[in-house]
């Protein structure tokens, strides 16, 4: 992946952050991203972001979970091996109930913390550009990326009238896949990366 | 639409002088900085517990399940009492952070990280006795269904027993991930702020490369909501399903309907006496005092008092049933064999009576609710009553029979059993420690999230908006959501 140029600001209170988004905004430039100790509501749609599908996913692991149970054991009940249990009808849907919660349940919940992690991009040895090691801490650390028509001076000027604490130009990778980040360990070993 | 206030009248969640680093800097020392000679007193006695439990289980391997005192009329001892008594414990740390999420309490922030572990570990310790039960403990995998070359045969999905073996493992599947994912921030919190190439390597991997993008939490919240609307019927199931083993029988004193509710209180109970001992000792030893507060612990401590009531009319529906069926077989188990107390298991009914329903009763008072020794030693008490209502559930149904003929001899535990649930509590604990020592036994970006809404130093500011009129107030405070 290709490497940017980043322009970050850091802020120390939501009451400030709000107002901030906006004016960077308005002013047309792209918020990248901003990174935040918890979540911040609302910060989502003040940067325009639309809302996650995740719950959607979900639903569909759910009644994936559903249709796996009801399936699999009817077919073994009724087809593959019909056991005589008392007499009871080969086909007793109320007593496979609870295995039919249980595993609706775990496929609903197994496949989206997977979905999430893979949406994220999270996984165990992932590497990642950390603008700012406060992000997880107590700043909100807003990240814009700067294009060629981009004045870095102006922008950095905007986020400190706008009530940044700290502000900073960054290079790093804008987007990144696992295994892919940083191949050539540019950023790990500080070198001059040409833009 | 979302309001950012809380009103004057409710008890700051977190107490102090706060801002976002200080909450950072109390959670994380204790981890950050070597563990004191109590930890390692107290370790040192769990793994002892652990492999004491370990060479039990030897025994009971090694020469089969005649190792424990188990005979043919009782057929489920101590082994069931602790399964059902674990798992009842492991239901209060998904309660607290699902059902209490959903219902939008505040308050769980401050327990929730250390009652989700502490279900994880009661949950392994739980599964450790359906196990080791069966005897030949090699083919346990023999309880999945999977396509095999015996037939091939499949299991028997109308039976509570396979239930149980989907509801345990779904519990704990879903259990684990959701402690995890909520672990996730504050692992990377952990992380950048690591003194050695070491922490930072190891807790790089635990934290899955987190950094707090805005999208990331906004899909971390959706998680969570997801996953604790999963939960909350999941945590019932799971109890409901336990109770099943026994209401599904035809055995007087187990076959009752009243089992589902009556069990899934008494689970509650247990969990939270069980998070009630762990967190006022926790709170002390890390000096976590301002997060975990005398509100919270005031508040499980209603929790214990409500669940506790409710376990006490069921004891008192089943005797009442006992009597009003005219069955005689039911009648001579509730009537002579629990609640006689000169009967052999006599003591054990009124032990669990005295522990579960009378001495809870203590918590009306609010003085009480908000006493630390008195709810420790509470939190003891109830514990111990609830184990003594699981033997008393299995051992007195079971030990007299329809036939005096298979009338049991009196029963007590063999060293081995003893040694088994010793060993239980050496993993839970050892696991607890382990956890407390490598891991945030407070969810430190959720009580970041609360802190300007609950904290005490944040409480006079809202008095401004107090003297607000509605509309700007709303104005003023809303956000279209």
């Given at each position: ?62 009644i994936?979970g559903t249709a796996t149970a009801v399936s699999a054991i009817s077919w073994i009940f009724t087809k593959d091996w019909p056991l005589n249990i008392g007499g009871k009808p080969h086909f007793a849907l109320p007593a496979w109930i609870p295995i039919i919660f249980e595993l609706t349940v775990l496929f ?88 | ?129 359906p ?11 023999f309880i999945m269904p999977y396509?095999?070359?015996?037939g091939p045969l499949w299991v028997n999905f109308n039976s509570p027993l396979l239930w149980d073996v989907f509801a345990i493992s779904t519990y ?61 019927p999941l945590?019932l199931s799971v109890h409901t399903i336990v109770s099943f083993d026994f209401a599904t029988s035809v055995i007087?004193?187990w076959h009752t309907t009243i089992f589902p509710p009556?069990f899934v ?217």
């Amino acid at each position: 992946m290709a490497q940017k140029k980043f322009v970050v600001g850091c802020f120390d209170e939501e009451k400030v952050l709000f107002p901030a988004v906006k004016q960077v905004r308005a002013a047309g430039y792209k918020i990248k991203d901003v990174y935040t100790p918890f979540a911040v509501h609302g910060l989502d749609h003040a940067l325009g972001m639309r809302e996650t599908s995740l719950h959607t996913a979900g639903f569909i692991y759910g009644i994936t979970g559903t249709a796996t149970a009801v399936s699999a054991i009817s077919w073994i009940f009724t087809k593959d091996w019909p056991l005589n249990i008392g007499g009871k009808p080969h086909f007793a849907l109320p007593a496979w109930i609870p295995i039919i919660f249980e595993l609706t349940v775990l496929f609903a919940a197994v496949g989206m913390v997977m979905t999430f992690c893979w949406l994220c991009q999270l996984a165990p040895g992932v590497k990642k550009h950390h603008f700012h090691k406060r992000a997880t801490d107590d700043l909100f650390v807003m990240v814009i990326e700067c294009t060629e028509k981009t004045n870095a001076e102006d922008l950095v000027a905007l986020l400190k009238s706008n009530g940044a604490v700290e502000t900073d130009i960054q290079i790093a990778e804008e987007g990144w896949w696992f295994g892919t980040y940083d191949k050539n360990d540019d950023l790990y070993n500080n070198k001059q990366v040409a833009l | 639409m979302h309001i950012k206030y809380e009103s004057q009248l409710r008890e700051p969640l977190v107490y102090g002088e706060k801002n976002f680093h200080q909450v950072t800097e109390d959670i994380l020392r204790p981890i950050e900085v070597k563990p004191s000679r109590l930890w390692y007193i107290g370790f040192f006695i769990a793994v002892t517990l652990l492999l004491f439990g370990v060479y039990s289980l030897y025994r009971e391997v090694t020469y089969g399940v005649g190792q424990w005192n188990l005979n043919k009329t009782i057929g489920w001892g101590w082994d069931i009492t602790n399964f059902v008594w674990w798992v009842g414990i492991g239901h209060a740390g998904t309660l607290i952070s699902a059902v209490l999420l959903l219902f939008r309490q505040g308050w769980r922030t401050g327990v929730n990280r250390a009652a989700e572990a502490m279900t994880i570990f009661a949950v392994m310790c739980a599964g450790q006795f359906p196990i080791f039960h069966m005897g030949r403990v090699w083919l346990a995998f023999f309880i999945m269904p999977y396509p095999n070359s015996r037939g091939p045969l499949w299991v028997n999905f109308n039976s509570p027993l396979l239930w149980d073996v989907f509801a345990i493992s779904t519990y704990f599947t879903v259990s684990l991930l959701f402690w995890y994912s909520g672990l996730l921030p504050d692992l990377a919190t952990v992380r950048d702020r690591a003194f050695t190439k070491l922490r930072k390597k190891l807790y790089g991997i635990a934290s899955f490369g987190w950094t707090g993008s805005t999208k990331h939490w906004q899909r971390h919240e959706s998680l969570s909501l997801v996953l604790a609307g999963l939960s909350t019927p999941l945590v019932l199931s799971v109890h409901t399903i336990v109770s099943f083993d026994f209401a599904t029988s035809v055995i007087p004193g187990w076959h009752t309907t009243i089992f589902p509710p009556y069990f899934v209180a008494g689970a509650i109970f247990s969990g939270f006496a069980m998070v009630q001992s762990l967190l006022l000792v926790v709170r002390k030893v890390f000096g976590l005092t301002d997060y975990i507060t005398i509100g919270h612990i005031d508040l499980m401590n209603k929790v214990i008092v409500l669940t506790g009531s409710i376990v006490g009319i069921a004891y008192l529906t089943e005797l009442f049933m006992g009597w009003y069926s005219q069955n005689k077989y039911e009648g001579y188990t509730f009537w002579y064999s629990r609640a006689y107390l000169f009967s052999p298991y006599g003591w054990s009914y009124w032990g669990m009576m005295a522990c579960n329903v009378l001495s809870p009763q203590i918590f009306w008072s609010r003085k009480m609710r908000r006493n630390v020794f008195v709810t420790f030693f509470m939190s003891i008490i109830v514990n111990i009553g609830m184990w003594f209502e699981r033997f008393v559930i299995i051992v007195t149904s079971l030990y007299r029979d329809y036939l005096p003929s298979s009338w049991s001899v009196y029963y007590s535990p063999s060293i081995w059993e003893i040694g088994f649930y010793m060993g239980t509590f050496g993993l839970f604990f050892t696991c607890f420690f382990l956890f407390a020592k490598y891991f945030p036994v407070i969810a430190v970006a959720e009580i970041k999230y609360v802190l300007k809404r609950s904290g005490e130093s944040y409480k006079p500011e809202f008095e401004k908006l107090e003297a607000q009129t509605l509309d700007s107030f709303v104005h003023d405070n809303a956000h279209a959501h």
